[in-house]
């Protein structure tokens, strides 16, 4: 049998490029995934940095509602009132999280939450430490592209009231 050549009018286009598009694929393939897989993990990055915000926000909201009057000095105002009411309103606006999250955030009793005082301002910090470390979605490491996504070491939501 003789063998067609590129010009004869027999032979389609589509025989001689049978392997292309597998090519083309394999070449595509790996910037199109990084790009999704990016976005996708940045957008949930971002998510958890505003729900961190938003319940720190929530915290400090939640000092203002203790009276102080309850209390025998503004130590055992503090300590007693404000922290505790702060540190619960945290965990009741990230119960949605999943507990292995929930747990890294807030830590045993809620010890996590950092509550501060000083010269009549509250300070709230939610924050999720070491996220490298303990990632919830997991990095990529992709030739040519390294680790996706690069994002901060810490994720942090804070909030200041005046007491």
Do not use: C
């Not at 958890?48 to 400090?60: I, P, R, V």
């Amino acid at each position: 049998m003789p063998i067609a050549s590129p010009t004869d009018p027999g032979t389609s286009l589509r025989g001689r490029q049978s392997g292309s598009t597998a090519i083309e694929y394999a070449l595509l393939f790996l910037p199109f995934f990084a790009l999704f897989y990016a976005i996708v993990s940045y957008g949930f990055v971002f998510m958890l940095m505003q729900t961190f915000s938003s319940a720190a926000e929530g915290g400090a909201r939640a000092a203002l509602a203790v009276d102080p009057t309850a209390y025998s000095d503004s130590d055992d105002y503090i300590n007693n009132g404000v922290t505790v009411q702060v540190r619960q309103q945290v965990a009741r606006q990230l119960d949605w999280l999943p507990p292995a999250v929930k747990s890294h955030v807030l830590g045993e009793g809620n010890q996590q939450v950092a509550v501060s005082y000083d010269a009549n301002v509250l300070t709230v910090v939610v924050g999720y430490q070491d996220y490298t470390a303990n990632p919830v979605v997991p990095f990529l490491n992709l030739p040519f592209i390294g680790a996706v996504p690069k994002v901060p070491a810490r994720l942090v939501g804070t909030a200041t009231a005046r007491l």
